[in-house]
């Protein structure tokens, strides 16, 4: 169990390493080279429409195939991301171009996600002992050097911030080699009923719950991909408010697996989603109150309670409410709720900032948080289809 664990908190690290220039400073690197927030959010809505449409092909071949279609797919991914980067700092000079092969480095790393989620589960569904919450822990860490690491280089020259995602592809393509198929039937074929759709038919409440999510993804992920110029309003570091954000989650996310053998994953959900509340209504404060750099990172802190603890119960939920030929699609429905709303967030965020303020921006997010919390409550509230 130990050796699986590392090498999938590995694959997991590597993943939100590069994970964290696309969430957290694809805005400042957009800005740098002069496009204003509304065109920022039209380039990353586009990157995250366009995975929407990718993300389904992916998790049905992983469905229907042996592991190593989860390998072919990762290390595929990798090396168009590297590419794509490697590519954008040829044409650094010509913003055009510059920002579509961002968007579509962007669209590489989103579509990938679930099928890193999966490699873990898959372990798990045939018996062999594996802690995801331990490695997601350990790739939360990880995003928050990643964010300092970010944040210095930012300060000093902005594109070489690619160089450092290159190296990180490299790195994720390595582990992933790492999961080639073994003898001992961990990698069996699996069978999937039906498509996408057939989801939707079997698991209702569980469509309910990804909805929920999906909204109330919309106000966190502005919150994240507009830091530049939320923190602008609020005060406090951006690279300092990541970090701190990052870091918290770990000791919550290791402990996760040991955490849900005492109180339900449903329970997890509806308490975690509510602090939501708490997190953004912090920040709203911060910008009209003028409370300053701690309220800021206070509402960082948060994130130990509130998307620390929903993330990794989303995914054992994903995977104990959904039938075995379905849970790299569950998984993925999960996945695509937050692409969804990172179209929506994206759009949302960028022109909301830019023609009305941050101070309202983030008013609109608590009403978000709100509608979204009452959404998961509903789907969780919903007997399982049997």
Avoid at 65 to 76: A, F, K, M, Y
Avoid at 225 to 240: E, F, P, Q, R, W
Wanted: aromatic share 10%; glycine share 8%; hydrophobic share 55%.
């Amino acid at each position: 169990m130990k050796l699986r664990t590392f090498r999938f908190s590995l694959l997991q690290a590597f993943y939100w390493m590069g994970a964290c220039l696309v969430y957290s400073y694809a805005e400042r690197l957009l800005l740098a080279y002069g496009f204003r927030t509304g065109e920022i959010g039209l380039i990353l809505a586009a990157a995250y429409l366009t995975a929407v449409f990718l993300q389904p092909a992916l998790a049905a071949a992983a469905d229907r195939e042996r592991r190593v279609t989860l390998r072919l797919g990762i290390t595929v991914c990798a090396v168009l991301a590297a590419a794509f980067a490697g590519l954008s700092l040829l044409f650094t000079r010509l913003p055009a171009i510059f920002a579509v092969l961002l968007g579509a480095l962007s669209t590489v790393t989103l579509t990938v996600q679930p099928l890193i989620n999966a490699v873990g589960f898959r372990y798990i569904n045939r018996g062999q002992p594996l802690d995801c919450s331990f490695a997601r822990g350990v790739a939360s860490a990880v995003y928050a050097l990643a964010s300092l690491l970010f944040g210095a280089i930012a300060a000093r020259r902005v594109e070489a911030m690619l160089w450092v995602y290159i190296a990180v592809q490299a790195a994720l393509f390595l582990s992933a080699l790492s999961f080639a198929p073994h003898r001992e039937g961990v990698a069996v074929r699996e069978t999937s009923e039906g498509s996408l759709l057939g989801v939707f038919r079997r698991y209702p409440a569980f469509v309910v719950f990804c909805a929920g999510s999906m909204v109330l993804s919309v106000p966190h992920m502005v919150l994240n991909a507009y830091l530049a110029s939320i923190t602008k309003v609020t005060g406090g570091d951006m690279s300092v408010m990541i970090a701190v954000a990052a870091i918290v989650e770990f000791p919550a996310m290791t402990a996760y697996s040991h955490i849900r053998k005492r109180i339900p994953d449903r329970v997890l959900l509806r308490v975690s989603a509510s602090l939501y509340l708490v997190k953004t209504g912090l920040l709203l404060l911060a910008a009209y109150l003028k409370l300053g750099a701690w309220a800021v990172y206070a509402s960082a802190a948060m994130q130990m309670l509130c998307y620390a603890i929903f993330v990794p119960a989303s995914m054992y939920y994903a995977n104990d409410v959904v039938g075995e030929s379905d849970r790299v699609k569950g998984q993925m429905l999960l996945t695509e709720a937050g692409l969804l709303s990172g179209v929506i967030s994206m759009l949302l965020g960028g022109f909301a900032i830019q023609w009305l303020g941050v101070g309202p921006t983030l008013i609109l997010c608590e009403a978000l948080v709100a509608l979204g919390v009452l959404i998961v409550w509903l789907g969780l509230s919903k007997r399982k289809r049997t």
